[in-house]
Nanobody, 117 residues
């Protein structure tokens, strides 16, 4: 059974930092691209960043220079280090694993990030 479990969300003040983690089980982790998405209230889910199995990375413009994605293939974990957080970053953050040969994808349950003073 495949599971993706996010953790690390919470309430943080503007300008603060959080580190999200996503632990995978039931998949050959290195066969997957790992994505972070977020969904703010009343808005569509949007791709924030992804990291390929050997480290190629993409960021959406709004988080460039503030967020850093990384992965540990041995631990089957992907991370999202978020700094200089803004109220506009408030959302539920989801990790997604996408098979590199198109053999399906999996989502985590999400973790809430709230940026507020």
């Amino acid at each position: 059974q495949v599971q993706l479990v996010e953790s690390g969300g919470g309430l943080v003040q503007p300008g603060g930092s959080l580190r999200l983690s996503c632990a995978a089980s039931g998949i050959i982790f290195s066969d997957y691209r790992l994505d972070w998405y977020r969904q703010a209230p009343g808005k569509q889910r949007e791709l924030v960043t992804f990291i390929m199995r050997y480290g190629s990375i993409h960021y959406v413009d709004s988080v460039k220079g503030r967020f850093t994605v990384s992965r540990d293939n041995a631990k089957k974990e992907v991370y999202l280090q978020m700094t200089s957080l803004e109220p506009e970053d408030t959302a539920v953050y989801y990790c997604r694993a996408v098979h590199i040969a198109g053999r399906g994808d999996y989502w985590g349950q999400g973790t809430q990030v709230t940026v507020s003073s």
